[in-house]
C-alpha cells in the first residue's frame, strides 16, 4: 500500500502540469494529516520530499529525557528507548531524538485513505489550474484537433495542452462538417463550471471569431493603425464588417481585403465561404447605411433620427440586391447601423394606390405577412413587384401559398383600378 501511494505521487509528477512546489505542498499536507490522526499532533514532525525520485522520508523528533521522568510521549522520549532507535546510539539526555517513521506504521486503511485524498485533491488542483487558465484565453483563437463527435457537441482537443474542449454544434457555422481527427480552429467562447469540471466552450458563430481572425490576417488591425468598429454576422451566410482608419495615408477597406483578396480570402474559406462585406466607417449616418447596404448602389436615403429609421430608395434592379436572400442583407445593415432600414423602388409614383400587408390579416396569416416582411416587403406593391420564384427564394413559403397571397392582393389592386375607372 504505501508503494501505491509512492507511485500515485509519482504519476501525477510526470503525467500533470503542476508546479513541483504545489505537488510538494500537497504530498505534505496529506502526509501531515496522517500524522495528526495517529500522533494526535503533527509539530515535531519533518517531512522531506523528494520530487525527482517520488520519495518521501518522515522523522519524528522528540527531547531525551532520564528513565521514568516522560511527561508527554508525544514530544519525549526515555534515554533507554532511544538508544533503541536506529543510530542512536551515541544519545544523551538533553539530546533530540530522530526517529524514522516507515509509511507502513500507519496502517493499511489510513494509507488507503490518503490515497484518495491525493488523488483527490491533485485533480482539484488540476481542474483550477486549467480552469484559471483557460478564463484568462477567453476572446482567444485556439488550434485543436476534433477528438470526438457527439449528438449536440464536438469535443476538441487543445493543440497546445491538451486539454478537452467543447463546440456546441449552436456554435458552428452553416457548412461546417467535421470528422474525427479534423483539426479547426474557434474561438474561447467562455469557461464555465460544470459538476465541479471546468467546461471551456468554443465558437465558430461568434462576431469575435470573425475579428480576431482579422487581427491574424490583417498586420494593420493588430498594430492599431485599423480599428474593427462593429461586426454583425449571419454565420455561414453574410457578415458586414465596419472599419476604421486612425491614419489618412491606409484604406482601412483595401488593407483589410489585401491585393486581389489575398487577406480576406483565407477567412472566408475558414468560415465556409460566408459572403464578408467590409466597410469603411464613418459617423455620417445616411452615407454609412449606403454603405451598409452593399452591394446594392442607393439612389437617395430619407433619414429619421428621431425614430431611427431609414427611407432608402433604389432602382428597381438594386431592390433585391439591397434586401438579400431571406432578407440576410437588409437585416444585417439595420444591425450594424442600428436604423430599421425600408427599402422602396425609385421613380415609383407614390400617389399609385396601395396597400400595406397588415391590412390583409384576414386573408392572410398573421406569420406569412411577418415572412414577406422580413425580406422589405411591407405593401401589396412591394411584393408583386417581385416575381414568384425570387419570393419562393427569399422566403421559406410554399409555391402555393405565394399563389394565393399573390392572387389576394393583385385582386385587391385591380378592383381598386376599376373603381377608379368608373369614377372617371
Request: charged letters at 35%; aromatic letters at 6%.
Amino acid at each position: 500500500m504505501s508503494i501505491n501511494l509512492i507511485d500515485s505521487f509519482k504519476e501525477f509528477t510526470n503525467m500533470k502540469s503542476i508546479d513541483r512546489p504545489t505537488m510538494i505542498r500537497v504530498l505534505e499536507d496529506v502526509f501531515r494529516t496522517l500524522i495528526r490522526k495517529k500522533y494526535s499532533s503533527d509539530d515535531n514532525f519533518d517531512i522531506i520530499v523528494n520530487a525527482d525520485e517520488g520519495d518521501l522520508e518522515i522523522w519524528r523528533k522528540r527531547e531525551i529525557v532520564p528513565k521514568g521522568e516522560v511527561e508527554d510521549d508525544r514530544f519525549q522520549i526515555a534515554i533507554q528507548d532511544a538508544l533503541q532507535v536506529e543510530d542512536g546510539e551515541d544519545y544523551e539526555v538533553g539530546e533530540e531524538c530522530y526517529q524514522r517513521i516507515q509509511i507502513e506504521d500507519f496502517g493499511r486503511r489510513a494509507i488507503m485513505a490518503a490515497r484518495q485524498t491525493l488523488i483527490s485533491r491533485i485533480l482539484e488542483l488540476e481542474k483550477d489550474k486549467i480552469y484559471k487558465m483557460y478564463v484568462d484565453k477567453v476572446g482567444q483563437v485556439v488550434r485543436g484537433e476534433v477528438y470526438q463527435i457527439m449528438k449536440r457537441d464536438i469535443v476538441v482537443l487543445d493543440d497546445e495542452t491538451d486539454v478537452e474542449l467543447i463546440l456546441p454544434k449552436t456554435e458552428m457555422v452553416r457548412g461546417d462538417f467535421f470528422r474525427k481527427g479534423d483539426m479547426l480552429k474557434a474561438i474561447i467562447q467562455k469557461v464555465e463550471m460544470r459538476n465541479n469540471t471546468p467546461a471551456i466552450i468554443l465558437s465558430r458563430a461568434d462576431s469575435l471569431f470573425l475579428e480576431k481572425l482579422l487581427e491574424q490576417e490583417v498586420p494593420e488591425i493588430e498594430d492599431g493603425l485599423i480599428t474593427v468598429k462593429k461586426i454583425v454576422r449571419q454565420p455561414g451566410e453574410r457578415a458586414k464588417v465596419a472599419v476604421e482608419s486612425y491614419d489618412e495615408r491606409i484604406d482601412p477597406v483595401g488593407a483589410c481585403v489585401g491585393v486581389k483578396g489575398s487577406r480576406i480570402h483565407g477567412i472566408v474559406r475558414e468560415l465556409r465561404n460566408e459572403n464578408i462585406d467590409i466597410i469603411n466607417y464613418t459617423t455620417n449616418e445616411q452615407l454609412y447605411i449606403q454603405r451598409a447596404l452593399t452591394p446594392a448602389k442607393i439612389s437617395y436615403t430619407e433619414l429619421d433620427t428621431v425614430k431611427r429609421r431609414a427611407s432608402v430608395y433604389l432602382k428597381s434592379e438594386e431592390i433585391s440586391r439591397a434586401i438579400g436572400k431571406k432578407g440576410i442583407n437588409i437585416k444585417l445593415a439595420s444591425r450594424l447601423t442600428e436604423y430599421t432600414i425600408d427599402v422602396y423602388r425609385e421613380g415609383a409614383d407614390n400617389n399609385d394606390y396601395d396597400v400595406e400587408l397588415d391590412e390583409f390579416r384576414d386573408e392572410i396569416e398573421d406569420w406569412v405577412i411577418d415572412e414577406l416582411k422580413s425580406i422589405g416587403c411591407d405593401t401589396a406593391r412591394s411584393v408583386l413587384e417581385l416575381n414568384i420564384e425570387e419570393l419562393i427564394r427569399r422566403t421559406d413559403l410554399e409555391q402555393e401559398t405565394i399563389n394565393n397571397i399573390v392572387t389576394v392582393l393583385t385582386a385587391e389592386l385591380e378592383e381598386e383600378q376599376e373603381e377608379e375607372h368608373d369614377e372617371q
